[in-house]
């Protein structure tokens, strides 16, 4: 199945596309009006201290849902869920090492394993767009750019490492605007962690991001930074797990839960 | 130390003459601007379901930190916590069932032992105080009236049970204004979950609260429920765990977290 055609479907039928192999790229801009999600799959023995690695850092970790221990259905995230098949790609690490992509995990698998969904910004962008805001890199169909910086997250076990951020130019006047915009996405990194000078944060040279592509730094405006779900990745790689699986970057689930929630759930009691 | 002495302290010092027997009573007003939590302790084999279940049901439980396993130092909380010393006064739970009242827990304290603090409605409180509206139990000092409801919370290993709601009367016109107020605190209990006929929630008798005090169906009034903060505290009794132990009802953990803010951290670096 195209992108194309699945861009009007709906998150069940994207993923159900994904499940049966159809579909195995990258998923922004489909299942419009639902989180996506960055997805971490490991071993029960570390699962609480990983949960409260994102309790603790929640603008880099946005926890969306968490499986049972053992169960492949997140049924916490949408219907009829099987995490082991309805994500397009995924990476598998060993002792904090990417060795495998698969796009199917169902072999790996087993009784001791918890998943967790973490919200992702192709959320906000979608919203900065439909404001009018410029966002480059998508404009220029690259990768946004990722920079490590100097501020520690707070470590739980295993987990620890520095907070990773993307970065998005927005012109001078509209800078306020798009933090109040982004702040309506809590689930999705929220709003930003910091605007202006790259030095304050230690990024030394914002030509050169240390994940994605470089992005221009355009006259009148200013680099702003969101925390990033590159965050806990490399808080995994840090942690040396023996087995961990995510999702391939850019390739995610799709969820039922609306993007602009102000908790993830699928569904509140109609409160009028 | 009396009450009214400890109004105009900081949240350090109010823990302080807590840990040092000076002060037992309840923290309502106490620590202005920093949130109040709820407490809940247990065992570290059932910490990671616990933690599920407060993920899965946000409104009623919002997490604002979770203490390393063995380690009283709550430090994400708040400048040297100690969650053994620091509440005015402790529930002692065994099977489900309360079976003691503590002023200090050390002795209780062991290094399987995980300490989990959730936002108290304390704080919108005194948001709705602030904005003119009259909240009735507080002007008539009474216990807020809380409900058993019909809506299940999503179930976590041996956690489950009803949500429970508060309820406070609003005047109609004011409705949607509590709302708005309310949402901007996320991380104590957030925007109400249903407002109107009390029978839409599965409640019967208004005038018949499941705990606390009943308050008046006041003229011009609308019933507004918000999640509340017992729904933890049924779970942790159907759950009947061995040991379990939460603050007493009212009497608090006072944090250093500001009560207004996106998500539950000390301090972020300067966004500007």
Redesign the interface.
Known sequence: MDYKSLKSKSPESVRLAIRDGLYASHTAGLGKGVLQANIVIMP?AD??DF??FC??N??PCP?I??S??GNPEMF?AGLDIDIRTDVPAYFIYRDGVMVEEMGDISSLWNDDM?AFALGCSFTFEHALLAAGIDVWHITNDTTVPMFKTN?ET?P??RFSGALVVSMRMIPEERVEEA?AIT?HF?LAH???????DPA??GIRDISKPDWGDAAPVLEGCVPVFWACGVTPQAAIQNAKLPICITHKPGHMLVTDIPDNV????IK?????
């Open positions: 029960a699962a609480l949960m409260r309790q603790r929640p603008k926890l849902a968490v049972d221990t916490t918890v501020i707070v739980a076990g933090k702040s809590p929220g709003a930003p962690i910091y605007a202006g304050g944060i102000e908790v993830p759930i509140l009691p109609n409160s009028n």
